[in-house]
């Protein structure tokens, strides 16, 4: 059973950069077939893709924060990161990782970052 | 980009009645990138369908999904008191995946 966590600040002060890290177990990524994502969720709103990695690399971005996200990734750690720069208010969500074939089959359980000074 | 658009925005119903949901796509969309998940409060999204009409595993078989190109249902034929929560259909296209803005189903 593939699970993920996600980790890092809770609190990131505006024009800051966001950055969380996603560790999975229970499958490899550099086994390949499947693209590793972040998904956002602002409060009481809907789901919002940022974006997906593959474990060569290789990288997928929403356009509407393109010039402000890095994915990376870290086989030998098995995880995945995000990084999300200049962030305002308006970054405050819940910030999901997840596996994604054609559809995310496997979430994580989400952490909360707020954007506050 | 393609836009999903769900309705209704939320949906009233008791339970064991029979729930029908709508999302729309303002393209044409592979019916096998097409999926339903659902969230409850405090939750990550669970998938239910993938592949417009396919049960993911462990998902009961009261749930169903149907339609192709640029309309699409997700079904509950008898809700139980655990399927009042928020559902949302999701496409995966040209290597980019956008959401609807999502169906809350509620206990009426």
């Known amino acids: 059973q593939v699970q993920l966590q996600e980790s890092g600040p809770g609190l990131v002060k505006p024009s800051q950069t966001l950055s969380l890290t996603c560790t999975v177990s229970g499958g490899s990524i550099s086994s390949g077939g499947y693209y590793w994502s972040w998904i956002r969720q602002h409060p009481g709103k809907g789901l919002e893709w940022i974006g997906y990695i593959y474990y060569s690399g290789s990288t997928y971005y929403n356009p509407s924060l393109k010039s402000r996200v890095t994915i990376s990734v870290d086989t030998s750690k098995n995880q995945f990161s995000l990084k999300l720069s200049s962030v305002t208010a308006a970054d405050t969500a819940v910030y999901y990782c997840?596996?994604?074939?054609?559809?995310?089959?496997?979430w994580g359980q989400g952490t909360l970052v707020t954007v506050s000074s | 980009e393609i836009v999903l658009t769900q309705s209704p925005g939320t949906l009233s119903l008791s339970p064991g009645e029979r729930a029908t949901l709508s999302c729309r796509a303002s393209?044409?969309?592979?019916?096998?990138?097409l999926a339903w998940y659902q969230q409850k409060p405090g939750q990550a999204p669970r998938l239910l369908i993938y592949?417009?009409?396919s049960r993911a595993t462990g998902i009961p078989d009261r749930f169903s999904g149907s339609g192709s190109g640029t309309d699409f249902t997700l079904t509950i034929s008898r809700l139980e008191p655990e399927d009042f929560a928020v559902y949302y259909c999701?496409?995966?296209?040209?290597?980019?995946?956008?959401f609807g803005g999502g169906t809350k189903v509620e206990i009426k």
């Open positions: 999701q496409q995966y296209g040209s290597s980019r995946a956008t």
């Open positions: 393209q044409s969309v592979s019916s096998s990138y």
């Open positions: 592949g417009a009409s």
């Open positions: 997840a596996r994604v074939g054609a559809t995310f089959d496997y």
